[in-house]
């Protein structure tokens, strides 16, 4: 699975738009990006994933620009309920039956402000 | 809620002993993972299961061990528990192995060792 590179911190105030980058250079044509996000001791929460194509949910909006090297994970109105540690993963389809871990980085620890 | 279930939520316990942590996958979820969380070493992948099978090993000591029972919950079993065995133990599940399914994670269990 391809390494990311993610920013250690972030600041965000509440109700703005919050950006997280990350940045995948040697993902490849069958490698998904996936965002987590973990609050305090919580279980990693999933947020949103994708190949190609820009993704949204009730959560974020997933930006992955066109040659696939890079993505942005945006929060759209943050509060101070996203305050979390964000992980960006790549991982490949892989075939039923094979194994499918994830593999977590440090992270960006996002910290939303009043 | 995830759906995915973790008993107990914390555990104490010594030195050299042995415990056993549970996870209950999310109704129809075939495939069942295990994580540690340490301070120092971050989220790290321990062991995969898919129907009862193990499918993929990653950084697990020969003192653990774990299995998928024919309800498709799991166990975590440590034995000849050391400090540096303190950690938050998660559990995650995908509905099965492969494709691009994301994992949900339980909201794990605190295994302290004094």
């Known amino acids: 699975d391809a390494k990311t590179t993610q920013p250690p911190s972030m600041d965000c105030a509440e109700g703005r738009a919050a950006n997280l980058p990350c940045n995948h250079s040697?993902?490849?044509?069958?490698?998904?990006v996936y965002w987590y996000r973990q609050i305090h001791s919580q279980g990693p929460q999933y947020i949103i994933h994708?190949?190609?194509n820009n993704e949204t949910n009730e959560m974020a909006s997933l930006i992955i620009t066109e040659d696939r090297k890079s993505s942005t994970l945006i929060l759209p109105h943050a509060t101070l309920r996203d305050t979390a540690v964000y992980y960006c993963?790549?991982?490949?389809?892989?075939?039923?039956?094979?194994?499918?871990?994830?593999?977590f980085g440090t992270g960006t620890r996002l910290q939303v402000t009043l | 809620d995830s759906g995915v279930t973790q008993t107990p939520k914390h555990l104490i316990t010594a030195t050299g002993q042995r415990v056993t942590l549970r996870c209950s996958p999310r109704?129809?979820?075939?495939?069942v993972y295990w994580y540690q969380q340490s301070l120092d070493q971050g989220l790290q992948f321990l062991i995969q299961?898919?129907?009862?099978?193990?499918?993929a090993k990653g950084n697990i000591l020969e003192r653990f061990s774990a299995q998928q029972f024919p309800d498709l919950h799991s166990e975590l079993n440590l034995s000849s528990l050391e400090l540096g065995d303190s950690a938050l133990y998660f559990c995650?599940?995908?509905?099965?192995?492969?494709?691009?399914?994301?994992?949900?994670f339980g909201p794990g269990t605190r295994l302290t060792v004094t």
């Open positions: 995650a599940s995908s509905p099965w192995t492969g494709g691009s399914y994301e994992q949900y």
């Open positions: 040697t993902i490849s044509g069958n490698e998904y």
């Open positions: 994708g190949l190609k």
């Open positions: 993963i790549v991982r490949g389809w892989v075939g039923a039956g094979t194994a499918s871990k994830l593999t």
């Open positions: 109704s129809g979820d075939l495939s």
């Open positions: 299961y898919y129907n009862g099978e193990e499918r």
